[in-house]
C-alpha cells in the first residue's frame, strides 16, 4: 500500500466488511512482522473461504455435531508447545498460524479416515470424539492471541461434557 500511488485500504472497512478475527488472521498471516507483504481482497477472500470457513469453521461445525449425542470428560487445557512459544517470541506469527492450520488438516484428515459417523459402537465413537475435541481445544487455545472472539467460542463450545453445534464461524463468502 502507498498513499502517494493511492492504493491505500482503509482497514476499518475490511473490519467492517469481513470481521476483526478474519482481518487480523489475514493480516497475521498473509504479512509477516519481519517483512513485505500484499493485500488485494481477492486473496482475503479465498484465504477466508479456504482457512477459516471451510478449514476451521467446517472442522468444529462438523466435530460439534458428531458430539450433540455423546458425553465427553472435561480436560484442562493443553500445554502449549516450545515450538509455539518460540515462534511467538521470535514474532514470526505466520509461521504459528501455518503450524495450527497443519493441524486443523491433519485433524479433519483423521476425522475423514475414522468416518465417526458410520461408528455405531459407543465406547469407541466417544474415544474418537473425546480425541477431536481435545485436539480443538488446543487449536482454540493456539489461536487466542490471532483470533480471540473466535478461540473464545471455540473454547466455550467445546467446553464439555454436553456439545451443541452452533451457527457457522465463518459462512463461505460467495
Known amino acids: 500500500m502507498s498513499k502517494s500511488l493511492g492504493n491505500v485500504i482503509d ?13 487480523r488472521y489475514y493480516l497475521l498471516r498473509e504479512i509477516p512482522s519481519y517483512g ?7 486473496r482475503f477472500e479465498q484465504l477466508y473461504n479456504s482457512d477459516l470457513a471451510n478449514g476451521l469453521g467446517n472442522l468444529i461445525a462438523r466435530v460439534s455435531k458428531l458430539c450433540e449425542n455423546v458425553i465427553l470428560k472435561t480436560k484442562p487445557l493443553p500445554q502449549l508447545s516450545h515450538v509455539y512459544g518460540k515462534n511467538i517470541e521470535n514474532f514470526r506469527f505466520n509461521e504459528v498460524l501455518e503450524n495450527i492450520w497443519n493441524e486443523i488438516r491433519t485433524l ?35 489461536l487466542q492471541p490471532f483470533l480471540p472472539s473466535t478461540a473464545q467460542n471455540i473454547l466455550e463450545q467445546f467446553r464439555g461434557p454436553a456439545i451443541k453445534s452452533q451457527p457457522p464461524l465463518f459462512p463461505r463468502i460467495s
Open 108 to 142: 479433519d484428515k483423521q476425522i475423514n479416515d475414522q468416518e465417526p459417523w458410520k461408528i455405531t459402537e459407543r465406547e469407541k465413537l466417544t474415544h474418537i470424539l473425546q480425541d477431536a475435541v481435545e485436539a480443538i481445544r488446543k487449536i482454540a487455545a493456539e
Open 36 to 42: 513485505d507483504g500484499d493485500f488485494t481482497y481477492g
Open 11 to 23: 482497514p476499518f472497512e475490511v473490519i467492517q466488511k469481513y470481521g476483526t478475527d478474519a482481518t
